[in-house]
């Protein structure tokens, strides 16, 4: 056979070949693999001064740098006056506060109703849940309650020390639920407390001023919103509809059973600053109860009444230990008779903030405290006294 007949035979057979495979064979097909979603992480930025990470449970903690990352176990810790921003990529945003423990309970990879759940051992973080998730679950647990938020901003504290629970919804729908089960809802400008271990949570009530506060000092991306809460808040009392809440603290003139010293004086518990303190000179001086009064220039429908602890003053010595056993809030009106009393129990060290609602006229508040922790000083950090006008 000739060399070209050859060729000419070859080509014949492959050609009959793929004739016979195209009419009698399956073709097999391969399917290019959908891009697999990136699993959400949890980054750690802005650093202040001292904080430390734990990458899991089975790493040792180590200094955080800006971009580490923990993963499910790993926890992030803040030293005093230390402060770190953690990143979802999903675009949640949290905010650590000073001496906080946050422990990564969980979160699920994908952001299709993701699942997100934090431990808070000890401290205080402000949270921004981005509306983009949709469904999905976000909570906050320590030993006295669980909190959770769906689509916005929530915060929460947690003394170790006491098992108060404190939670504030900037906005959106929050809840905080004890072990128990009682729960109670916030929505915008609304929070709640568990005032300690087998405690329930305590109704809805308007953010204390405090809190706002430290809303637009910590987590300055909610500035807007708390400017907005902070203009005009509709009032708890019934009796004047459309009444717009003032806080009158400031019109008022103040005395006390005693001052510890000169670097203590009345005026300290009245100065917007809750990292100042009144102090008593104890039950040395005042006996069985020391106490300390707030006088109105007017007649006014007090709708609320805070009293915020030492927990946050600028000397970390007196935070603790110079509280009292319990506080009875008095309101007089004009003929210096009293029109409401509430007793409130001030169990652990530091004492708990203290909200009360007299919604009566009156025109003088008088905290009467009972109960010294130290026999020469005791006293509190700010007094703040909210009317309807």
Same mark, same amino acid.
């Given at each position: 056979? #000739?060399?070209?007949?050859?060729? +000419?035979?070859?080509?014949?057979?492959?050609?009959?070949?793929?004739?016979?495979?195209?009419?009698?064979?399956?073709?097999?097909?391969?399917?290019?693999?959908? /891009?697999?979603?990136?699993?959400?992480?949890?980054?750690?930025?802005?650093?202040?001064?001292?904080?430390?990470?734990?990458?899991?449970?089975?790493?040792?903690?180590?200094?955080?740098?800006?971009?580490?990352?923990?993963?499910?176990?790993?926890?992030?810790?803040?030293?005093?006056?230390?402060?770190?921003?953690?990143?979802?990529?999903?675009?949640?945003?949290?905010?650590?506060?000073?001496?906080?423990?946050?422990?990564?309970?969980?979160?699920?990879?994908?952001?299709?109703?993701?699942?997100?759940?934090?431990?808070?051992?000890?401290?205080?973080?402000?949270?921004?849940?981005?509306?983009?998730?949709?469904?999905?679950?976000?909570?906050?647990?320590?030993?006295?309650?669980?909190?959770?938020?769906?689509?916005?901003?929530?915060?929460?504290?947690?003394?170790?020390?006491?098992?108060?629970?404190?939670?504030?919804?900037?906005?959106?729908?929050?809840?905080?639920?004890?072990?128990?089960?009682?729960?109670?809802?916030?929505?915008?400008?609304?929070?709640?407390?568990?005032?300690?271990?087998?405690?329930?949570?305590?109704?809805? &009530? /308007?953010?204390?001023?405090?809190?706002? =506060?430290?809303?637009?000092?910590? +987590?300055?991306?909610?500035?807007?919103?708390?400017?907005?809460?902070?203009?005009?808040? /509709?009032?708890?009392?019934?009796?004047?509809?459309?009444?717009?809440?003032?806080?009158?603290?400031?019109?008022?003139?103040?005395? =006390?059973?005693?001052?510890? #010293?000169?670097?203590?004086?009345?005026?300290?518990?009245?100065?917007?600053?809750?990292?100042?303190?009144?102090?008593?000179?104890?039950?040395?001086?005042?006996?069985?109860?020391?106490?300390?009064?707030?006088?109105?220039?007017?007649?006014?429908?007090?709708t609320s009444v805070v009293v915020l602890?030492?927990?946050? &003053?600028?000397?970390?010595?007196?935070?603790?230990?110079?509280?009292?056993?319990?506080?009875?809030?008095?309101?007089?009106?004009?003929?210096?008779?009293?029109?409401?009393?509430?007793?409130?129990?001030?169990?652990?060290?530091?004492?708990?903030?203290?909200?009360?609602? /007299?919604?009566?006229?009156g025109r003088t508040v008088i905290l009467?405290?009972?109960?010294?922790?130290?026999?020469?000083?005791?006293?509190?950090?700010?007094?703040?006294?909210?009317?309807?006008?």
């Open positions: 056979m #000739s060399t070209h007949r050859f060729k +000419f035979f070859v080509v014949c057979l492959v050609l009959t070949g793929l004739a016979c495979n195209l009419s009698g064979a399956s073709v097999i097909e391969t399917e290019t693999p959908e /891009p697999t979603a990136v699993a959400r992480t949890a980054e750690l930025s802005e650093l202040q001064l001292e904080v430390q990470a734990q990458v899991t449970s089975n790493e040792n903690w180590q200094f955080a740098n800006e971009g580490s990352q923990i993963e499910t176990s790993g926890a992030v810790k803040t030293g005093s006056d230390s402060r770190v921003r953690v990143d979802i990529s999903d675009g949640t945003l949290i905010r650590l506060g000073a001496d906080t423990l946050f422990t990564l309970l969980e979160l699920s990879p994908s952001i299709n109703d993701p699942i997100t759940r934090f431990k808070l051992e000890a401290g205080k973080v402000w949270i921004e849940v981005t509306s983009a998730l949709g469904g999905g679950l976000f909570e906050i647990e320590t030993p006295s309650g669980v909190s959770a938020v769906r689509g916005s901003l929530m915060s929460v504290e947690y003394d170790p020390v006491t098992g108060e629970l404190t939670v504030t919804c900037l906005e959106g729908q929050c809840r905080v639920t004890d072990p128990q089960g009682n729960s109670t809802d916030l929505t915008d400008g609304e929070q709640s407390e568990i005032a300690g271990f087998g405690q329930t949570p305590s109704p809805a &009530h /308007p953010i204390e001023p405090a809190a706002l =506060a430290e809303w637009s000092q910590e +987590f300055p991306e909610a500035q807007s919103i708390v400017e907005v809460i902070q203009a005009a808040t /509709p009032t708890n009392s019934a009796s004047q509809p459309g009444g717009q809440s003032t806080d009158i603290t400031s019109e008022g003139s103040v005395d =006390a059973s005693s001052v510890y #010293s000169n670097d203590y004086p009345t005026n300290l518990a009245v100065d917007g600053d809750d990292t100042t303190s009144w102090f008593s000179a104890g039950s040395q001086v005042d006996g069985d109860y020391s106490y300390f009064r707030w006088t109105g220039a007017q007649d006014d429908l007090i602890s030492n927990k946050n &003053h600028q000397d970390p010595n007196v935070r603790t230990g110079y509280g009292f056993a319990s506080v009875t809030v008095q309101v007089l009106d004009s003929a210096n008779t009293a029109v409401f009393e509430q007793n409130v129990t001030l169990d652990g060290t530091p004492d708990p903030d203290v909200f009360v609602q /007299p919604n009566v006229v009467f405290f009972y109960g010294h922790e130290a026999p020469d000083c005791g006293g509190f950090s700010e007094l703040q006294i909210v009317a309807a006008r």
